[in-house]
């Protein structure tokens, strides 16, 4: 019971209660584990320090919201880790004039931090009821510049392309074709490509004068990219 009584301590007095606590933690969070990690890019930093990841998350796990790892957000989907979400904002070099696409909504975190940055934000969840969680969440938060729209991604947003960028937040067995037609000259996707069941690689795609080249980035897990059942 003794020891039962400490860790109980710990974890009462280890507890975020206000605002200022989230906020420290969270300034913590992209300075260990974002910053030192290799994260240089500006505009990435400055979002990570704005959005308040824990809103993003169930009041359960708000303690954790700032930890170095993925969450559950229910219906088998996860918000990811922090890391991850900066590398993938890093890498496609998002500019305030941009507009992108992302596939796979979740929690809408990774659509906040991208709206941060730049003019234009449409996301695509599979999962209705996610994607009313998140849609709500977002303009409560004021994102007015991110439509969260309810639907198969694998078939991207043809009405709104071409995209500067395109996200991709689920792991898929192939890159789908519709969305490297969607990208803009000089576009860049990522993605993370290859079994649900096993470690997959985080890809970058390119698209130069036409042409289109891909990059091995680094090994990553992803829940799933769900398809709809009328395929």
Do not use: C
Not at 6 to 25: C, E, G, H, M, V
Not at 51 to 74: Q, T, W
Not at 79 to 98: G, L, N
Not at 187 to 199: E, H, R
């Amino acid at each position: 019971m003794k020891y039962l009584y400490i860790i109980l301590t710990i974890l009462i007095f280890s507890w975020p209660t206000n605002a200022q606590d989230y906020k420290q933690r969270r300034e913590k969070m992209v300075d260990k584990q974002i910053y030192k990690r290799g994260i240089k890019h500006a505009n990435t930093l400055d979002a990570l320090r704005k959005v308040e990841r824990h809103l993003f998350v169930s009041p359960r796990y708000k303690h954790m919201a700032y930890n170095d790892g993925p969450l559950s957000i229910g219906y088998g989907q996860t918000i990811s880790q922090p890391y991850i979400v900066a590398y993938m904002t890093q890498i496609i070099d998002p500019k305030p004039e941009h507009k992108i696409l992302e596939i796979g909504t979740g929690s809408g975190y990774q659509a906040a931090i991208l709206a941060e940055i730049v003019d234009e934000v449409y996301t695509i969840e599979i999962i209705p009821e996610l994607g009313e969680i998140a849609s709500e969440r977002l303009k409560k938060l004021g994102y007015d510049n991110v439509a969260v729209i309810k639907g198969d991604g694998y078939y991207g947003l043809l009405e709104h392309a071409p995209f500067d960028a395109i996200v991709v937040t689920a792991a898929a067995e192939h890159i789908p074709p519709s969305l490297i037609q969607q990208l803009k000259e000089g576009g860049k996707m990522v993605i993370p490509v290859g079994s649900p069941f096993l470690v997959q690689t985080l890809m970058l795609v390119e698209k130069k004068r036409g042409k289109i080249s891909t990059s091995s980035l680094m090994p990553v897990r992803f829940v799933p990219f769900t398809r709809s059942q009328k395929q």
